[in-house]
């Protein structure tokens, strides 16, 4: 675990010190949530159902630098941060 963890850290575009997640639950929920909050960055875990809106909202307020999506569930939040970019 603390393998998986440390390359997952090392992928990150640290400083990253506020991160969200959009995964199901799973192991790789898990690694990523204890590679973040190891490296000292905050964790907003998403809802993965979330809509766009709702991504938008949270990742605003928490005011993340980076999100980890699982294949299933990259949608909303893929769509969220591309218009975040181009603004």
Do not use: H, W, Y
């Amino acid at each position: 675990l603390r393998v998986l963890c440390k390359q997952v850290a090392n992928s990150l575009p640290f400083p990253s010190r506020s991160v969200a997640l959009n995964m199901r639950n799973s192991v790789e929920f898990v690694v990523s949530f204890l590679a973040v909050a190891g490296q000292g960055g905050v964790v907003s875990p998403l809802n993965p159902l979330t809509t766009e809106k709702e991504a938008a909202g949270i990742i605003a307020d928490a005011k993340v630098d980076c999100v980890i999506v699982d294949d299933e569930n990259c949608g909303a939040v893929q769509a969220c941060m591309k218009s975040r970019t181009a603004a």
